[in-house]
């Protein structure tokens, strides 16, 4: 299963950072003057960047644990 | 499964339940006609009095719109109802701040359904909260109490009971840990989940957040587990699936750990839904099914609830 989870709409994106200061794990880093979720795999789902983004550009999806993920495989 | 203190919680808490499945043909054995009686019975009240403000702490459902299993708004607006005709003041309220208002609106939770006004829990952006400090832990010494719950003179807390990949399951402890407090205590949370494999320590420590939450709300606290629709996965995913046994019933109880015992011992002793993901892993009544599909053993948040005098996981079910 593939772990789709976030994505920063780069048009939108101004580069503030705030989803890199309120992100507990690191999962952002700020790439020419962009957002980018350089750390997809150590997201914990907070969603505390999509609460703090003034710009509403992120969004995130569900990564399911392996064990969930081969229980939707055929 | 693993009995770590079998006997300190060892008083049996009353646990009111109203089955989903119709005794009559009548509109009064449908569960929006019997919240109000199951909470009554439990002793709304003796909790809410004239005048109280009341959070009724429910989920929105997920951002993005893919999610429908959530607690209906029917189920939302007789418990408001109840709180005014004994003279409370309520709002719902969730976390994730002002864009999860939006998605709440969305989702069909508003003034026009709910007879009560949404608030986020902790502020626009979740920045609204205070610290409260714990002496008996497990892991998090501090912990933030979301603002609007902690201001609040009565804590309602309308949960769903559904599978959860952290916990096995979700229902009103994770109501209350992950939707009461701040991103960071949150983020906290979920950090410890890289503690163990079978979700231990991330149960601990919601357990933690429960205990500073209904720190100032001493008798002033009531707990409903909506068994309904009991999706493999939690309410803050963009989809849902078919549920994993059929539609159980509503709990209520002025404890919740006796109220999460309760439902996880339902579900356990239900048969899988046809077609479901259940059916579909060879699930049999008795399995600790959130255990088999997650790998997650959700009965921790109960003995560690226990363990911090919370509750009981001990029950006497009074049905009606």
């Known amino acids: 299963m593939s772990t789709v989870l976030i994505k920063v709409n780069e048009d939108e994106c101004i580069g503030c950072g705030n989803c890199l200061k309120v992100c507990p794990v690191g999962v952002y880093k700020i790439v ?20 703090h983004c003034p710009k509403n550009c992120i969004e995130i999806g569900f990564r399911a644990s392996p064990t969930l993920a081969r229980l939707y495989e055929e | 499964m693993e009995k770590y203190n079998d006997g300190i919680g060892g008083y049996m808490s009353k646990v009111y339940f109203s089955s989903a499945r119709m005794k009559k043909l009548n509109a009064s054995e449908s569960l929006p006609k019997k919240l109000p009686k199951l909470l009554e019975e439990a002793g709304i009240g003796e909790i809410v009095e004239k005048g109280n403000i009341v959070a009724i ?91 609007n719950i902690y201001d609040a003179d009565v804590l309602i807390n309308l949960s ?49 957040v429960v205990k500073a939450v209904l720190r100032n709300k001493v008798k002033k ?29 509503i709990a209520v109880s002025r404890d919740p750990i006796a109220v999460e015992k309760f439902s996880l011992d339902a579900i356990d002793q239900a048969p899988p839904m046809p077609m479901s993901l259940a059916e579909k892993l060879g699930l049999k009544s008795g399995d600790n099914k959130f255990f088999k599909i997650h790998g997650k053993n959700p009965y921790h948040q109960v003995y560690a609830g226990v363990k911090a005098n919370l509750g009981s996981d001990k029950y006497e079910v009074i049905e009606i």
């Open chain 1, 32 to 51: 020419e003057g962009r957002s980018r979720p350089v750390n997809e795999d150590k997201c914990i789902l907070c969603r505390a960047c999509i609460t």
């Open chain 2, 57 to 147: 702490k429910i989920h929105f459902g997920d951002l993005e719109g893919g999610g429908f299993r959530y607690v209906r708004p029917i189920f939302a607006r007789a418990v408001s109802d109840v709180v005014k005709e004994h003279g409370g003041i309520p709002f719902f309220t969730d976390t994730w701040g002002l864009k999860h208002v939006l998605a709440a609106i969305r989702n069909g939770f508003n003034y026009t359904t709910l007879g009560a006004p949404i608030l986020p829990a902790n502020g626009i952006k979740e920045n609204f909260f205070y610290t409260v400090k714990l002496y008996k832990y497990f892991h998090l010494q501090e912990v933030d109490v979301a603002g």
């Open chain 2, 160 to 208: 769903h009971v559904k599978g959860h990949p952290s916990s096995g399951m979700g229902g009103a402890i994770k109501n209350i840990a992950m939707g009461c407090t701040s991103y960071k205590i949150r983020g906290e949370v979920h950090k410890l989940e890289r503690n163990d494999n079978d979700g231990r320590t991330f149960q601990e420590a919601m357990i933690d």
């Open chain 2, 221 to 249: 606290h009531i707990h409903i587990n909506a068994i309904l629709d009991v999706q493999p996965m939690c309410d803050c995913a963009p989809f849902s699936d078919l549920p994993i046994v059929p539609d159980i019933g």
